[in-house]
């Protein structure tokens, strides 16, 4: 039997509104709207909700103001709208999250997809919230325990840090996330899944995540079928549930898959609004629509929490300089690069560490802490250089002691990228260790 929380209850009722302003469609164009009546009280960005014949209805954005017209951007396809439509507007975009949201799948509007009862929570939030004053926010927090070898040692996670995960397609990035979503320590988990495969949601939320992971988390879908304005208003719900949890003092993980789907929404509604794509097909707005989300996330001000986020990037052909990949370098405290080469070895998560940086270093490590990861970073890296020469049978042992030392530690030190077992940090630096407690350690620079 579903327990209802009567301070929600009241909330529905309250969000109830008897009175709308209505106006009438007066032309059909090329994916967008033009209603007359809405002109001296619509807002740009505003919700509306378009009745069709027969009672049909689906929703919309504000895109244009004029002094007689309003241009409204549909949240599906156009088909079967006529002159004369009715159409009424619903205001600004806001949700109302809740406790009880933990461990549901919603859409971005806040409606359950898991078939459940739902109930608002009593505080509305706009999605598009500003972020904490900079001058008021604290510093980056304490190391993390987040289960996977490598981010507990050479690429920590601090809290309220904002990472990169950057990654082709089938690489591992959504088993990456999975894991971040069971092992980081935090107290909620927050999931985009923006502009995801219909296939994979449940595929993602059953098996992937799994019930334990589930037990901390909210879901917010948007599949890739569903029109920009869904796609592009998943992250912003995303946010201000993470937003939500913050302002209560707790800590949240949210994991966004994949910013480049939201810029690739924000496209399609810029490009209709008439904005020019200059920016290698990308509208001059994309940037600011990304940093201004990626602003909100991190450490919060006094007397809340703090946002820890991971925002993955969907990188075509291991291209780290188109314009998605290069704005978020520019405005995160670390990458990550997933490598095709990596996984098709066969070592999870495919992760090309020479490639990769997180921010929080050396602070959040201890001096003999960072002694181990920039030995392993020189090695490695020498081995990376040399690696040619050695795959070709061309390298002669004895020519540099430091190319000798690579080779010896590169298979404990790919094993150890490869840690299937979960570990915490002080753990996963023992293993570390280890590497370099045999011959194979490194010899002293010249």
């Known amino acids: 039997m579903t327990v209802i929380d009567m301070d929600c209850l009241t909330a529905e009722i309250a969000a109830l509104r008897p009175v709308?302003?209505?106006?009438?469609v007066v032309e059909v164009g090329r994916g967008t709207l033009t209603v007359k009546g809405l002109s001296t009280t619509a807002s740009l960005g505003d919700q509306v909700r378009i009745t069709r014949r027969g009672n049909i209805t689906m929703g919309g954005e504000i895109l244009?103001?004029?002094?007689?017209?309003?241009?409204?951007?549909?949240?599906?396809?156009?088909?079967?709208?006529?002159?004369?439509?009715r159409v009424t507007l619903l205001g600004e975009a806001s949700i109302a999250p809740d406790s009880n949201w933990i461990g549901r799948v919603i859409d971005p509007s806040g409606q359950p997809l898991d078939g459940r009862l739902l109930m608002r929570g009593t505080v509305p939030r706009p999605m598009r919230a500003a972020p904490p004053k900079a001058t008021e926010r604290r510093p980056l927090g304490e190391r993390l325990e987040t289960g996977v070898a490598i981010f507990n040692t050479m690429l920590p996670i601090v809290r309220g840090q904002r990472i990169g995960l950057f990654a082709g397609s089938g690489v591992g990035k959504s088993t990456l996330l999975a894991d971040f979503a069971r092992g980081v320590t935090?107290?909620?988990?927050?999931?985009?899944?923006?502009?995801?495969?219909?296939?994979?949601?449940?595929?993602?939320?059953?098996?992937?995540?799994?019930?334990?992971g589930m037990k901390r988390a909210v879901v917010v879908a948007a599949t890739s079928d569903q029109s920009p304005l869904v796609r592009r208003r998943c992250a912003w719900t995303a946010m201000a549930v993470?937003?939500?949890?913050?302002?209560?003092g707790k800590h949240v993980l949210l994991l966004a898959d994949s910013i480049t789907r939201f810029a690739e929404a924000h496209?399609?509604?810029?490009?209709?609004?008439?904005?020019?794509?200059?920016?290698?097909?990308?509208?001059?707005s994309t940037s600011h629509m990304i940093m201004s989300l990626c602003e909100r996330a991190g450490p919060g001000i006094d007397g809340t929490g703090d946002i820890t986020a991971v925002f993955s990037v969907l990188v075509a052909g291991s291209d780290m300089e188109e314009p998605v990949a290069d704005i978020l370098r520019g405005v995160l405290d670390g990458h990550v690069v997933m490598d095709r080469k990596i996984a098709?070895?066969?070592?999870f998560p495919a992760i090309d560490l020479l490639r990769s940086v997180?921010?929080?270093?050396?602070?959040?490590?201890?001096?003999?802490?960072?002694?181990?990861?920039?030995?392993?970073?020189?090695?490695?890296?020498?081995?990376?250089r040399a690696e040619m020469m050695i795959q070709a049978?061309?390298?002669?042992?004895?020519?540099?002691?430091?190319?000798?030392?690579?080779?010896?530690?590169?298979?404990?030190?790919?094993?150890?990228?490869?840690?299937?077992?979960?570990?915490?940090?002080?753990?996963?630096?023992?293993?570390?260790?280890?590497?370099?407690?045999?011959?194979?350690?490194?010899?002293?620079?010249a």
């Open 267 to 284: 496209r399609e509604v810029a490009l209709a609004s008439g904005e020019v794509a200059s920016l290698r097909g990308y509208p001059p």
């Open 393 to 445: 049978g061309l390298y002669s042992t004895g020519s540099d002691p430091m190319i000798d030392a690579a080779i010896k530690v590169w298979p404990l030190l790919d094993s150890f990228l490869a840690r299937p077992e979960p570990d915490n940090t002080a753990a996963s630096f023992a293993h570390l260790a280890e590497c370099f407690a045999s011959e194979a350690a490194e010899p002293e620079p």
């Open 186 to 212: 935090a107290d909620v988990v927050v999931i985009a899944l923006i502009g995801e495969r219909g296939r994979e949601v449940r595929e993602f939320v059953d098996h992937v995540l799994g019930p334990e």
């Open 64 to 85: 244009q103001l004029t002094r007689d017209e309003v241009v409204i951007l549909p949240d599906r396809s156009a088909e079967g709208v006529v002159i004369n439509d």
């Open 344 to 347: 098709e070895r066969g070592r």
């Open 242 to 248: 993470a937003e939500h949890f913050r302002d209560q």
């Open 358 to 384: 997180s921010r929080s270093l050396p602070a959040a490590a201890a001096d003999d802490e960072n002694e181990l990861i920039n030995q392993a970073r020189r090695l490695l890296g020498a081995y990376d």
């Open 20 to 24: 709308h302003s209505v106006g009438r």
